[in-house]
């Protein structure tokens, strides 16, 4: 059965391969995105899902930017909190700003995305919250004290309303990955990306599809008796 899916930074990397792959699985699909227009153009044109501008660190901003989406598409029973960024430092030099741009983009924007769906979810019994955390959210990561924390705190938040949904028909549950070829590790200095990717027992990056796949799954009716989860997707990098 065809739900109506919004996934936040749905238009490049892992959020477009969610995207893609829920509108495969017959959901009726909105992808969010913080400022790339033609990025998010040329995502459009190939696949027919239509994007919403927005910030997801902005809560009037969600507020309006799902009543849009529930205006054109209905009510939202799917909600993937993909957005994120890094602002990556060692912590001696790491100023206020980016510790606050990478909480407020990464952990409140996942806090303004789920209360603007919650209620409605509550309401109607039925939902899935799936939440993009990462792997250095589980065993931290030098030079990442803000995502780091901004990742474990998503995973918290999950356990958390997984305890407050579970009667109410709402799953809510993380996936964990770890090195993806995007461009936020294309970004890593390549000396450095040749060294994280000798800790993967894979011996490669993932693709942006291998996580996409958990998120069809722990978003599919038949994922109803799955809720607080973690799925770590890392290539074997890290057990949490
Ligand atoms: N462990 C221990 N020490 C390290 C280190 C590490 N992983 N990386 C760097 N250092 C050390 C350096 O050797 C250097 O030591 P000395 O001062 O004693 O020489 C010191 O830290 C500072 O190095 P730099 O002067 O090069 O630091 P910089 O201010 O230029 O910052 C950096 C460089 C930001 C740390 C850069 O190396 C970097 O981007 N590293 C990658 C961080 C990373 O893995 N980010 C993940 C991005 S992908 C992602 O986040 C997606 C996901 O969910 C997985």
Known sequence: MGRVAIVTGGSRGIGAAIARTLKEEGHQVAAT?????????KFTEETGIKTYKFDVADYEACKAGIAKVEEDLGPVEILINNAGITKDAPFHKMTPEQWNAVINTNLTGVFNMTHNVWVGMRDRGFGRIVTISSINGQKGQFAQANYAASKAGDLGFTKTLAQEGASKGITVNAVCPGYIATDMVMAVPEKVRDQIVAQIPVGRLGEPEEIARCVAFLTSDDAGF??????????????A
Do not use: C, K, L, M
């Not at 770590?232 to 890290?238: F, P």
């Open 33 to 41: 995105y913080g400022g790339n227009d033609e990025a998010a153009a």
């Open 226 to 239: 799955v809720t607080g989860a973690t799925i770590s997707a890392n290539g074997g990098q890290y057990f």
